[in-house]
């Protein structure tokens, strides 16, 4: 079936760091791809979306591409806050009453 | 954009009572709803599949006849836990598709937060 590997946390970085949280998936067919942030005792807030290869999702400074050669959709930001601490899942989804497919959530910590 | 509205957000109840979460598609129809429950820093963990107008599709080891779920319309869809016990505390969210320019995606309720005591 359809699964979404992304990477265990935490991940620990400083204030103003680089951050890249890797996500692979398997799928039949080309779902879109999704990144949802969920800060603490919060739902969770869509990030960002690409719906075919190549396309780049962007959005308060988190990119991803989606690599179908790969079968990725790693989240990638330049310069981390503090206010980005939450937590991070990848997910696939195809729509409709397709089941979409979650990672199980990278934790990211940001120390001033 | 598409947004999802899950009510309460936080209910507390007696043990052995039941408590309604409700979940509505604000600006689309969702003819399929999706509800998770999700424990303390952990993943989501899919409970059942909400089909409007028919019966819910539940996943393995999910009590249908604790956690009813009904799908009376295009955009709103109702989680009741029955006969609610403290390890039913949790947080539970919704989910719907929605069919944007360019593809499908996702969207979240805020999550209920029940607390069974």
């Known amino acids: 079936g359809d699964s979404v590997t992304q990477m265990e946390g935490p991940v620990t970085l400083s204030e103003e760091a680089f951050l890249t949280i890797n996500c692979t998936y398997t799928a039949t067919g080309y779902p879109s791809l999704f990144w949802y942030v969920q800060y603490p005792g919060e739902g969770l807030q869509l990030l960002l979306k690409a719906t075919k290869a190549d396309d780049k999702g962007s959005n308060k400074g988190f990119e991803a591409t989606y690599r179908k050669e790969t079968t990725s959709f790693h989240l990638e930001k330049g310069s981390v806050q503090v206010s980005d601490s939450a937590v991070y899942f990848c997910a696939s989804g195809a729509g409709g009453s397709y089941i979409p497919t979650f990672g199980r959530g990278t934790s990211l910590i940001v120390h001033p | 954009g ?52 028919s019966k819910a599709t539940y996943e393995q080891g999910v009590e249908k006849d604790k956690f009813l779920i009904n799908h009376a319309s295009l955009t709103l869809s109702t989680l009741t836990v029955t006969s609610a016990h403290p390890e039913d505390s949790s947080f539970y969210i919704c989910s719907a598709s929605s069919r944007d320019i360019g593809g499908n995606t996702i969207y979240f309720g805020e999550g209920s937060w029940l607390t069974v005591v």
Not at chain 2, 15 to 26: A, D, N, P
Not at chain 2, 38 to 51: G, R, V
């Open chain 2, 2 to 53: 598409a947004v999802v509205s899950q009510h309460p957000s936080w209910v507390i109840c007696k043990s052995g009572t039941s408590v309604k979460i409700e979940c509505r598609s604000l600006d689309f129809q969702a003819t399929t709803m999706f509800w998770y429950r999700q424990f303390p820093k952990q993943s989501l963990m899919l409970m059942a599949t909400s089909n409007e107008g």
